[in-house]
């Protein structure tokens, strides 16, 4: 059986000898979303199997591929654009993904096609994620409608690897590309399968979760926004309220914010369209608006730091330290959950740093124990390990990954957490977190998974819940390839049979964190 194994990611350096079969590619499409306009594609550059198999030809002499001059060529490295070329490093995280997801020394142990879309840099460089819907959607759409076409008139499986995510958003499945994802997935049995896989996250320890309830009218819950000096990014803060229908109504809380050592902004109820600044000597630093938000119908108060630093002096500078954000009850009931994520503002590996990451801070966090050992217990603390998955990794449809470490067979620390929040008049959540657990670390003394550098012959170590999907990803195939069944049930069913068979090491894995530790395979056919 042929099966298409689509990647969506950055840095894909999709001439590697892993990605061939000899001096053919394996590589059915490859769109580029930089760049300049080439090819049957909307936008950036689209080549086509014969295309790349004539550019290797072009730059191959005495039977070895010039890499350099085929990314020349293919303006994957095109240094006359602006933006970074992460092609360009030694270690590529697309080029590890999708050597983990379906790359081969020797032609697969079944008929594949791959189509590779390598996202803009400028949307892979902000971390917050807040441009990657429509690229993203038109990626799938992209891998769906040439896998078809490779098909026609019958059509094949389709794996989907998507090692991307964010910390931001209503966790509850129905932010607008979680939506859009499960629609494509549910509709997709009709033509033939397609699975969908994601990474857990890894924010698992970052202090970007904190929750609020109540048990009185006026009572006030305080969070505090530890802002950190020399950051050139804007920080961004998301409150979400629970469901009411209909979703416009009195206002059940209030919010404010105080910077470190000022006065606080005025309040802001649930008041669609109201936007309230701190704006001392005139100039703006802070915004806070309030929106319902759809498909998810959720209220969600909206705050918007100005960067600490600004080299250029063109900004104006937000002060660094503990921004105080007051919460005031005025009608939730006992047990109604306010959830605050912090948006993800991370600097990816080769990218210009832009600072640290903002987080919240509680003196009753407790991060060690007696021991010195890492807590992975929440406890009264605002600040919740728990509901920190990844946020388009809520839906009802995709195959979510998390980590765990191959030789203690225990689940690293940082992989993200659910339960999300359950859908409006539901009991429960659709789901209390990843899948399934596989390997994102050989070792505790190997940090890391070996797989493909972005040159042929080389082999780097790459961590994290990326390549704990991308392995999940290249299950998936494996399975649709011997008849059988790779949906999210599937998964789970897989898990769940593996786990019987693992000991149990303490700490013992945590429900929330998958129902179980896939085992991989024997002979992992990675790059060495």
């Known amino acids: 059986m042929t099966i298409v194994v689509g990647v969506i990611d950055d840095g894909i350096a999709f001439a590697h000898h892993r990605f061939r079969n000899g001096l053919n590619t394996r590589v059915a499409h490859w769109w580029l979303q930089d760049g300049a306009f080439t090819g049957l594609v909307p936008y950036g550059r689209e080549l086509t199997r014969v295309e790349i198999d004539n550019l290797i030809g072009n730059c191959t002499s005495g039977g070895a591929l010039d890499e350099e001059k085929f990314y020349i060529h293919a303006r994957l490295n095109d240094f006359r654009l602006e933006g970074h070329k992460t092609a360009a490093w030694r270690i590529a995280h697309g080029t590890h993904v999708m050597d983990l997801a379906c790359g081969y020394d020797q032609p697969p142990p079944y008929d594949q096609r791959i189509i590779a879309v390598q996202l803009p840099a400028r949307v892979t460089a902000d971390t917050s994620g807040s441009r990657l819907g429509p690229f993203a959607l038109d990626a799938i759409a992209y891998i769906i409608d040439r896998a078809d076409a490779l098909s026609w ?132 630093l802070c915004e806070m608006s309030y929106a319902v938000r759809t498909p998810t119908n959720r209220g969600q108060f909206l705050l918007v730091l100005q960067p600490t630093a600004d080299p250029d002096g063109v900004v104006p500078i937000a002060p660094a330290g503990t921004w105080t954000v007051t919460i005031k009850n005025l009608s939730l009931n006992a047990g ?51 509901g920190t998955i990844n946020a388009i990794a809520t839906g009802r449809t995709t195959i979510v990954a998390g980590g765990y470490i191959g030789n203690r067979t225990r689940a690293v620390r940082y992989s993200s957490a659910g339960p999300i929040t359950p859908a409006l008049g539901a009991p429960a959540p659709h789901r209390v977190g990843p899948e399934a657990l596989t390997i994102s670390e050989d070792a505790f003394n190997h940090g890391g998974v070996l797989a493909a550098g972005s040159r042929s012959g080389s082999t780097v170590a790459m961590g994290g819940t990326s390549v704990a999907s991308a392995q999940l990803a290249r299950i998936c195939a494996e399975r649709r390839a011997a008849g059988n069944q790779a949906d999210r049930n599937a998964i789970i069913a897989l898990a769940q049979n593996d786990e019987l068979t693992y000991p149990f090491l303490e700490p013992r894995p945590r429900p929330q964190r998958g129902h179980g530790r896939v085992r991989p395979n024997p002979v992992r056919p990675l790059a060495r």
Not at 165 to 185: C, K, T, Y
């Open 336 to 386: 109604e959950i306010v959830h605050a994520w912090i948006e993800r503002d991370d600097t990816l590996y080769g990218h210009p740093r832009r600072g640290r990451p903002s987080r919240f801070d509680d003196p009753q966090y407790q991060r060690y124990d007696g021991n010195g050992q890492i807590v992975e217990i929440d406890n009264a603390s605002h600040l919740k390990r728990d």
């Open 153 to 284: 008139p019958n059509h094949w499986p389709i794996v989907i690897n998507f090692s991307y995510g964010h910390f931001a958003g209503p966790h509850d499945g129905l932010s607008e590309l979680e939506d859009a994802i499960d629609r494509i997935v549910t509709a997709r049995p009709a033509v033939a399968s397609l699975s969908f896989v994601l990474p857990a996250g890894n924010s698992f320890l970052s202090c970007t979760h904190a929750q609020a309830s109540f048990n009185a009218i006026y009572e006030v819950e305080i969070l505090k926004w530890r802002v950190q000096p020399d950051t050139r990014a804007i920080s961004f803060l998301e409150i979400w309220l629970p469901y009411r229908d209909p979703p416009e109504g009195p206002s059940r809380v209030e919010v404010t914010i105080a910077p470190p050592g000022g006065p606080a902004s005025p309040p802001l109820g649930e008041r669609p369209g109201f936007l309230v600044s701190w704006l001392p000597n005139g100039q703006v």
